[in-house]
């Protein structure tokens, strides 16, 4: 079946530093890949997605790129501040009945923590 | 605008109880899901909908069930509660479109079953 695999499952780093959580993903008709922010306590909450034709997308400090090839895309923080420290999910889209709609295989998750 | 709301916040079952996880969301969203999020699982998909009427099993539909009541709300049904559902549920929602498929997250019911 669909598989979405996520590494590091903990990382830790110092302010400042930059922190790189790597997943890749079984389904080559995959097209959307999303990364979630999980505060403790708190709902996921989107903070960057990349769609299939692109190759790497930037938000301020953080970004993603994909290998489509591999089966494989990243999300990189630079700059890292405590606020960063959470529990980070990769996600990939599945096809569903025959691409009508979309659901969502997630990875297990990174637990990143910022130390000041 | 609430987003995606459920009820209860937590709630503590004993083995064998039933209960029914309710979901709403006012974004007119089509699409609506249940996960459960346990230690080191990441978030597994239970049930899906993909639109008012229609209802699919995830990766792990075992002892639960649901209802798409209408657009807006999609319950979880736990017939006979078992310790092995002790977990946090996430209910989910989106809008498929040509550009995307975000979904966006109630704040979740934390369960424990004894």
């Known amino acids: 079946g669909e598989n979405v695999e996520q590494h590091p499952s903990t990382l830790s780093v110092q302010e400042g530093d930059s922190a790189v959580i790597k997943c890749t993903y079984s389904?080559?008709?995959?097209?959307?890949f999303p990364w979630y922010k999980q505060e403790l306590g708190k709902r996921p909450q989107l903070i960057i997605d990349?769609?299939?034709?692109?190759g790497e997308k930037k938000d301020q400090r953080i970004a993603v790129t994909l290998n489509k090839t591999a089966k494989h895309f990243s999300l990189h923080i630079t700059e890292t501040q405590p606020e960063d420290s959470a529990v980070y999910f990769c996600?990939?889209?599945?096809?569903?009945?025959?691409?009508?709609?979309?659901?969502?295989?997630f990875g297990t998750g990174t637990l990143l923590a910022v130390q000041p | 605008n609430a987003g995606v709301t459920q009820t209860p916040k937590f709630q503590v079952l004993k083995t064998g109880q039933s209960m029914t996880l309710q979901c709403a969301q006012d974004?007119?969203?089509?699409?609506m899901y249940w996960y459960r999020q346990d230690p080191g699982m990441g978030l597994r998909l239970i049930y899906y909908?993909?639109?008012?009427?229609?209802?699919d099993k995830g990766e792990v539909p075992n002892g639960y069930n649901v209802s798409r009541l209408n657009k807006r709300e999609f319950s979880l049904r736990l017939e006979s509660a078992a310790p092995s559902q002790t977990s946090v549920y996430f209910c989910?929602?989106?809008?498929?479109?040509?550009?995307?498929?975000?979904?966006?997250f109630g704040p979740g019911t934390r369960l424990t079953v004894t």
């Open positions: 996600a990939a889209s599945v096809q569903w009945y025959g691409g009508a709609t979309n659901k969502l295989i």
């Open positions: 389904d080559s008709a995959s097209n959307y």
């Open positions: 990349i769609r299939s034709n692109v």
């Open positions: 974004m007119n969203h089509n699409s």
């Open positions: 909908s993909a639109s008012e009427g229609t209802t």
């Open positions: 989910a929602s989106n809008q498929l479109t040509g550009l995307g498929y975000e979904q966006y």
